[in-house]
């Protein structure tokens, strides 16, 4: 059984910083490309950040481009989204996601595993 456990949201004031954390378990993590999305109320879930299995290839979202940095450690199973300089329109649910290939997508229907997600507030 796949499962995928984020953690590190919570609450942090306009320009402040968080780490998530998302480990896997139950599938063969060093050839799983991960990714984060989010999703606000009311709003489609999007995508935020993506790793390739072995970490060569990073992708970002426009929005956060030079503010978050996604990372990887194979030996943990485990995936990380570093968001430095919050913004409050960066408040939203935070899931990670993960898929059997090599390649970066954007599309949420591209991912076949998905945590539960953890909340992000940023406060102005």
């Given at each position: 059984q796949v499962q995928l456990v984020e953690s590190g949201g919570g609450l942090v004031q306009a320009g402040g910083s968080l780490r998530l954390s998302c480990t896997?378990?139950?599938r063969t993590f060093r050839t799983t490309t991960m990714a984060w999305f989010r999703q606000a109320?009311?709003?489609e879930r999007e995508f935020?950040?993506?790793v390739s299995w072995t970490g060569g290839r990073i992708y970002?979202?426009?929005s956060v481009k030079g503010r978050f940095t996604v990372s990887r450690d194979n030996a943990k199973n485990t995936v990380f989204l570093q968001m430095n300089s919050?913004?409050?329109e960066d408040t939203a649910v935070y899931y990670c996601a993960a898929r059997g290939n090599t390649v970066?997508?954007?599309a949420s229907t591209s991912y076949d595993s998905w945590g539960?997600?953890?909340q992000v507030t940023v406060s102005s």
């Open positions: 896997v378990s139950g109320p009311d709003q935020v950040a993506g970002y979202a426009d919050l913004k409050s970066v997508l954007t539960q997600g953890t």
